[in-house]
């Protein structure tokens, strides 16, 4: 995976996110939800960078469990949806608004790192 650019670090310190996520693609899609929106919550920049400060502080370093299967980890930092991906979930939705404008990055106990949506998590910490 390739790492951050130092422009995409550079803007999202600038809008003092508290923890900038590594990757590239992660950077990206974070970024275009800042700016363009993904179709969920957030009608101006404002709206969504503070939405983004109140996610990171709700979830980044929590511990969870996924209601499923069981599993336990920690939640490394939500990553956005991409326009593309709520596009597809609001085709079998009535409304893309209700959705979470992001995913959650989970380091699980396993050493595995994927991500899962919130509905399917319950907070442990």
């Known amino acids: 995976m390739a790492c951050a650019t130092e422009k995409q670090i550079a803007l999202l310190a600038k809008l003092k996110i508290p923890a900038i996520p590594t ?8 970024i275009g939800y800042i700016l363009n929106g993904n179709y969920t ?18 979830w980044c370093g929590v511990r969870i469990r996924h209601k499923e299967h069981g599993r336990e980890g ?6 956005a949806r991409s326009k593309q991906d709520v596009q597809r979930i609001n085709a079998h939705i009535k409304d893309a608004r209700k959705l979470s404008p ?5 380091k699980w ?17």
């Open 41 to 58: 919550v957030g009608d101006t920049v404002g709206e969504r960078v503070q939405i983004v400060h109140d996610y990171w502080s709700r």
């Open 109 to 125: 106990d396993s050493g595995a790192v994927a991500t899962t949506t919130i509905p399917f998590v319950e907070r442990l910490s």
């Open 23 to 30: 990757t590239r693609v992660a950077c990206s899609r974070l």
């Open 102 to 106: 992001f995913v959650l990055q989970v």
């Open 74 to 79: 920690v939640v490394v930092m939500p990553f």
